[in-house]
């Protein structure tokens, strides 16, 4: 029997998403995610799609990616779909930092996962859950390829003047302090599937591709390639995020630790865990910045719920007032724009923040037609005016397919060596 089926596992910090398909027609074998790792609350959601059976929902503490873990493959084993089937021909994962050296999806090897635990300093939310994720993998299937596939990747086509920050360049050499990028899996997904959609080659096209999850990222991708992209060296920088501030002027942090007495860690954790939307309002959830902007609409002046919706107003204009100057540097860093594209959680689902982001915008060729921003739908689609000079569409991403794509192109004809050289130039 050929094994045609892959498992793909997205660890993130709090939370695993998984999908397992048949690469042999692509179809979704199942799909399931666990989230809040670590709380009392855990809770674990399982789509058995073959077996064509319900959804399971089990809620209860689940301590740390390797339980997670453990119990996504129980669940999958109540299906007839466990890891030790032999149909399965790999694991593919989510590695999020991969820095220069890994350009291409890799099957994982002893000097992979050191490469990827040195890294854990520029993506310390990411990178340690990655790695349990391969562990626990490689520990129950010891025989399968374990594939990385990560998010800087797709960004390492970045010319230098868009990945070098300009400092001393001796200095930032010796600690590889540079512009990687990262959701580079869902960039490449994106870009790629918003060209299928205009109906034009990926090397045609430049778009703006705007990944607005939890983390958010946007990038300006010319002819299939990427040339900037608004994260660096570490997940933190560029768009206002849920939890992340983004941009902010570098001598904030000296203030904070010589005027504010902060230490390093506390002004980091603050930057990635207490800032963006939730150090503005309070929620870092989008859906919930928006009940509460409607729900103020109808209250009272200077009530209570006025006043909670004045600062979720707030927290929504500055990350709008963010994503529009990142559309525009990006339409001058690509000169000429043939599209410009809404992806993730909120960039799928909320279509204020999308109307917000592209008001106005019509000298750039750029406008939403307001009846196509309100249909909901989970396939691709245009969002703009017939006859746009620039198309603006949403087009929701899937990295565990890209992952799965990658994953099964690698070891499709038994090849499982890595390529991958330690040259230190990482
Ligand atoms: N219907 C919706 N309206 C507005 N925002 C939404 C909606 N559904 C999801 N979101 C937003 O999407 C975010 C999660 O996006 P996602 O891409 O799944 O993030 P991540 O992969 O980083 O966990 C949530 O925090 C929420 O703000
Ligand atoms: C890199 C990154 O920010 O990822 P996520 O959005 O999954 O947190
Ligand atoms: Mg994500």
Known sequence: MTATRVLVLNSGSSSVKYQLLDMSDGSRLAVGLVERIGEETSRLKHSPLAAGGESRETTGPIADHDAALKAVAGELSRD?????????????????????????????????????????PVAP???????????????????????????????????????????????????????????????????????????????DVNVIVLHLGNGASASAVERGRCVDTSMGLTPLEGLVMGTRSGDVDPAVIFHLSRVG??????IDTLLNTKSGLVGLCGDNDMREIRRRIDEGAEAPEGSESAQDAARAQLAFDIYIHRLRKYIGAYYAVLGRVDAV??????????????EAAIAGLESLGLAVDSGLNAVRSAEPRLISPEGARVAVAVVPTDEELEIANQTYALVRNGNTSNGYTSNGNS
Do not use: C, W
């Open 125 to 203: 939310l990411h990178n340690p859950a990655n790695l349990t994720g391969i562990r626990t993998a490689r520990a129950l299937r010891p025989d399968l390829p374990q594939v990385a596939v990560f998010d800087t990747a797709f960004h390492t086509t970045m010319p230098e003047a868009a990945a070098r920050y300009a400092i001393d360049v001796e200095t930032a050499d010796r600690h590889r302090v540079r512009r990687y990028g990262f959701h580079g899996t869902s960039h490449a997904y994106v870009s790629r599937e918003t060209a299928h959609l205009l109906g034009r080659a990926p090397e």
């Open 341 to 354: 594209v809404f992806t993730a959680g909120v960039g799928e689902n909320a279509a204020p923040v999308r």
């Open 261 to 266: 007495g902060m230490s390093t860690d506390e």
């Open 80 to 120: 007839g779909l466990g890891l030790d089937s032999p149909e399965l021909a790999a694991i593919g994962h989510r590695v999020v930092h991969g820095g220069k050296l890994f350009t291409q999806p890799t099957v994982v090897d002893d000097a992979v996962l050191a490469e990827i635990e040195r890294l854990i």
